[in-house]
């Protein structure tokens, strides 16, 4: 395909590249870059331009490349785009500055374009092809670099998670060296609350730990067990009545229920959604919990009545640093927004699946897990 454009943007593309160049370094980032350092893959980027403005395509095509939906090319595992934001992204530059490159090459290329050609009903054409093929470049850039950013974010969480073990340990174990030192009610009780604060912090880091490992596409690590469920269930409501007693907490289930469960991350689920219940509940409503068979499957529900939760609160529930509920108390501002996600985590292991339903003032929680059986 014949493209007057290309032959000009190539014929030029050193002078693109140096004004390019030029503007990249009037960008303010911590550390000054260097000539080479700033050219990066501008060179390919624009030489993908132009290869992009000979090649014919239809209409759905246009539209796909705009979008940043283009499809990859056989061979090429990144583009000189997708390189370029990485690099970028690495060398301090702002989401908002690395479009900005695009802006001033875009506007270099147009104004040049625009002084030489005589034929403007041509030059329509073709810069609109252009256009399209920067939007293509920007596309992928943004997108790369977002993931980059996301990338080096959960690096950091799970880097902040581990390093925190440690002060923390000590610190769990100097309170409870100095609570069994204490002969005093007043050193004895704050001791103890130390420690209750060191556990609080401590489940904290589990579930950072459990969100870092989903966004790198580890997930929760079980192990399965041949179990009684409905009494793994009894014990952990049992423990969750002594800590909530003024929650009236109602079982509902056969008096065994056998099959091959990770039974500490079974009850972790069930003690997230019985709190979450509490937290968002109707005050001194009862939460309902609810195990049955369903063919293959063991069937978890956990209910509480309350103000009824639109559809598209309860699509979100789940989202990793979302809350629970809907309410804003003080409880809600003291969660990372991480108990549903682990619920949901657990779940995922098991090749479960789990929903949530908001009707007639009660809002359920459904767990179905299959119980894995051996022959």
Known sequence: MQSGLADFIEQRAETI?????????????????????????LPEIIQAIVSDLRTAQTRAEEIAKSEGNAPMQAGHSRSAAATHALHRAHSGFSISQLVAEYRAMRASVLRSWAAASDDQFAAAGEITRFNEAIDEAIAESVSHYADEVERWRNIFLGVLGHDLRSPLTAIMLTSEHIAGLAVDAPLAKAAQRLIRSGESMNQLLDKLLVYNRSQFGIGFEITKEDIDLAQACRDEIEQLQAAMPATRIHFDGPDTMRGLFDAGSIREALANLVVNARKYGAEEAEIRVVLREDGAHAALAVANAGDPIPRETLDLMFEPLRRGGVSGGELEQASLGLGLFIVSQIVKAHAGSIRAESVDGTTTFNLQLPRGMPQ
């Open 17 to 41: 590249v140096e004004q390019a160049i030029t503007f990249a370094r009037s960008i303010d980032v911590d550390t000054p870059l260097d000539s080479v350092t700033l050219r990066d893959h």
